[in-house]
């Protein structure tokens, strides 16, 4: 096993992925997987472009990395699947393209591709981050989904001559897209968990921004741009982040360092290094409904620590509206603890009324 600048890395043996996936992406996965018929549609249109097809379309126009081409790139991935204690080694294809990306496919026996402009863009060990990262959507099982997200993208384009069938495509598009944007983040912090070297796996988020001129930037000043970013400016600001967020198949750079770094400052890194993590033996006893509440807390934790101002404005007003409502039940409580007994009378009676139309609770509960 290679060295990391600073220590030896730590293997994970039976890591399973509920370690280190985003609540969001591991409720959708879980319920994803939960859904009878799912696999059959997942079959369906893996039978339109099969699998085998698109390693052939790699195999003859992009290069196989191995011991004798990219061998280092071999050792990272090597390294990598080690690690993270994956059972089978992923083939990884080098593919002459100069934007930087990289990407698992695949459903039975998935593949990693990635492209001379990551390649040349990164170092070392920004390398051992990004090959972590993809050998994280694999454990997770993402490369199943990201293959379907890429095959509705082709079969969206090619039936948008067709109002409904469009709509139709567009509004699962939307949601897989959120789910991948969440997916990223749980691949980051598996990245990170390969290479175990933070500042790498921030160099190459800033890269992915800002290119291979690390001597001009910093990354506390990318930090506060992150920050920034998170608390926009006003409302409009707010409509246009959301506006470019929707379409965007992966949360811009800005929000993957924001997310790591608040990962890392939670100490679950430096736990599931210590060797407190969920074991793969121990998945079938995951629950939909507990993955579900997890993810619930995810957005709401999410919600409440924004600083973005329309966000604000509408948590404000939901808020208040709460707290009026407290307010007229606890009101609604004092009186009947205070004079209102069974057997008064019409006053009791007006009291049981008050209490009935501010069950009007209800009516703030609603919205």
Same mark, same amino acid.
């Given at each position: 096993?290679?060295?990391?600048?600073?220590?030896?890395?730590?293997?994970?043996?039976?890591?399973?992925?509920?370690?280190?996936?985003?609540?969001?992406?591991?409720?959708?996965?879980?319920?994803?997987?939960?859904?009878?018929?799912?696999?059959?549609?997942?079959?369906?249109?893996?039978?339109?472009?099969?699998?085998?097809?698109?390693?052939?379309?790699?195999?003859?126009?992009?290069?196989?990395?191995?011991?004798?081409?990219?061998?280092?790139?071999?050792?990272?991935?090597?390294?990598?699947?080690?690690?993270?204690?994956?059972?089978?080694?992923?083939?990884?294809?080098?593919?002459?393209?100069?934007?930087?990306?990289?990407?698992?496919?695949?459903?039975?026996?998935?593949?990693?591709?990635?492209?001379?402009?990551?390649?040349?863009?990164?170092?070392?060990?920004?390398?051992?981050?990004?090959?972590?990262?993809?050998?994280?959507?694999?454990?997770?099982?993402?490369?199943?989904?990201?293959?379907?997200?890429?095959?509705?993208?082709?079969?969206?384009?090619?039936?948008?001559?067709?109002?409904?069938?469009?709509?139709?495509?567009?509004?699962?598009?939307?949601?897989?897209?959120?789910?991948?944007?969440?997916?990223?983040?749980?691949?980051?912090?598996?990245?990170?968990?390969?290479?175990?070297?933070?500042?790498?796996?921030?160099?190459?988020?800033?890269?992915?921004?800002?290119?291979?001129?690390?001597?001009?930037?910093?990354?506390?000043?990318?930090?506060?741009?992150?920050?920034?970013?998170?608390?926009?400016?006003?409302?409009?600001?707010?409509?246009?982040?959301?506006?470019?967020?929707?379409?965007?198949?992966?949360?811009?750079?800005?929000?993957?360092?924001?997310?790591?770094?608040?990962?890392?400052?939670?100490?679950?890194?430096?736990?599931?290094?210590?060797?407190?993590?969920?074991?793969?033996?121990?998945?079938?006893?995951?629950?939909?409904?507990?993955?579900?509440?997890?993810?619930?807390?995810?957005?709401?934790?999410?919600?409440?620590?924004?600083?973005?101002?329309?966000?604000?404005?509408?948590?404000?007003?939901?808020?208040?509206?709460?707290?009026?409502?407290?307010?007229?039940?606890?009101?609604?409580?004092?009186?009947?603890? $205070? !004079?209102?007994?069974?057997? #008064? @009378? =019409?006053? +009791?009676? &007006? *009291? $049981? !009324?008050?209490?009935?139309? #501010? @069950? =009007?609770? +209800?009516? &703030? *509960?609603?919205?």
């Amino acid at each position: 096993m290679a060295n990391s600048p600073d220590r030896v890395r730590v293997r994970l043996p039976d890591l399973s992925p509920r370690a280190y996936e985003h609540p969001a992406d591991r409720g959708a996965l879980v319920a994803l997987r939960s859904l009878s018929g799912f696999d059959v549609l997942v079959k369906s249109l893996f039978g339109r472009v099969s699998e085998r097809q698109l390693r052939l379309l790699f195999l003859a126009n992009a290069v196989r990395v191995g011991p004798t081409q990219f061998p280092e790139l071999h050792d990272y991935l090597r390294d990598a699947a080690y690690v993270l204690d994956l059972d089978d080694v992923p083939e990884l294809y080098v593919k002459m393209d100069p934007t930087p990306n990289a990407m698992a496919i695949g459903r039975k026996k998935p593949f990693i591709v990635m492209t001379t402009g990551l390649f040349d863009l990164f170092d070392a060990e920004e390398k051992r981050f990004v090959i972590g990262h993809e050998v994280g959507h694999i454990l997770s099982g993402h490369a199943v989904y990201r293959t379907l997200l890429l095959l509705l993208v082709w079969i969206a384009q090619k039936i948008m001559w067709i109002p409904l069938g469009a709509l139709a495509i567009q509004a699962i598009l939307v949601a897989l897209k959120e789910w991948h944007r969440k997916s990223e983040l749980s691949a980051d912090r598996a990245g990170l968990l390969a290479c175990q070297n933070p500042d790498a796996a921030k160099r190459a988020l800033m890269k992915l921004a800002g290119g291979s001129n690390l001597s001009e930037m910093n990354p506390d000043a990318f930090m506060e741009q992150a920050r920034e970013y998170e608390a926009g400016g006003d409302a409009v600001d707010s409509v246009l982040k959301l506006m470019s967020t929707v379409p965007a198949s992966h949360p811009f750079a800005v929000v993957r360092v924001a997310e790591m770094q608040r990962w890392l400052e939670s100490g679950e890194y430096e736990r599931i290094l210590g060797g407190e993590y969920p074991r793969r033996t121990q998945d079938s006893e995951s629950r939909v409904s507990e993955e579900a509440g997890r993810a619930a807390d995810s957005y709401r934790e999410d919600w409440n620590r924004t600083k973005d101002p329309l966000v604000s404005v509408v948590r404000d007003v939901a808020g208040g509206a709460a707290g009026a409502g407290g307010r007229i039940f606890d009101s609604v409580a004092e009186r009947w603890r $205070g !004079g209102g007994r069974p057997g #008064n @009378g =019409g006053e +009791n009676g &007006s *009291d $049981g !009324g008050d209490a009935g139309d #501010n @069950g =009007g609770g +209800n009516s &703030s *509960d609603r919205p």
